[in-house]
């Protein structure tokens, strides 16, 4: 099992950068990976951006490259979702996922087995 608590939601003005976090616990695996997901009202979840446990591999949404960025710190078993110049169009509820699995960075919702209770960013014009 895997635990994951997302921290760092809030009401966030236009433009101004905010960090998220996923703190992990439970049964970590080095091949495994993190990802964030977000679903705003009325529309599906969708995929922001992912990372393996270990490695400097990422990947991240086309929607948000160059605004977001996904980082881990191992030594605390943090995953950050870093959102610069977010707009009100960034405004959801972000979810942390994970997947202790091999296999190459996913998109999809469904390859991920373990889900925080998500954390609500409202982005401000």
């Known amino acids: 099992q895997v635990q994951l608590v997302e921290s760092g939601g809030g009401l966030v003005p236009a433009g101004v950068s905010r960090r998220l976090s996923c703190a992990a616990s439970?049964?970590?695996?080095?091949?495994?990976?993190v990802a964030w997901f977000r679903q705003a009202p009325g529309k599906e979840r969708e995929f922001v951006g992912a990372?393996?446990?270990?490695?400097?591999?990422?990947r991240i949404a086309d929607s948000v490259k160059g605004r977001f960025t996904i980082s881990r710190d191992n030594a605390e078993n943090m995953v950050h979702l870093d959102m610069d110049s977010p707009v009100p169009d960034d405004t959801a509820v972000y979810y942390c996922?994970?997947?202790?699995?091999?296999?190459?960075?996913?998109?999809?919702?469904?390859?991920?087995?373990?889900w925080g209770q998500g954390t609500q960013v409202t982005v401000s014009s």
């Open positions: 996922a994970a997947r202790m699995t091999f296999g190459p960075l996913q998109s999809q919702s469904g390859a991920y087995g373990y």
């Open positions: 439970g049964a970590l695996r080095d091949h495994g990976a």
């Open positions: 990372i393996r446990w270990r490695g400097d591999t990422t």
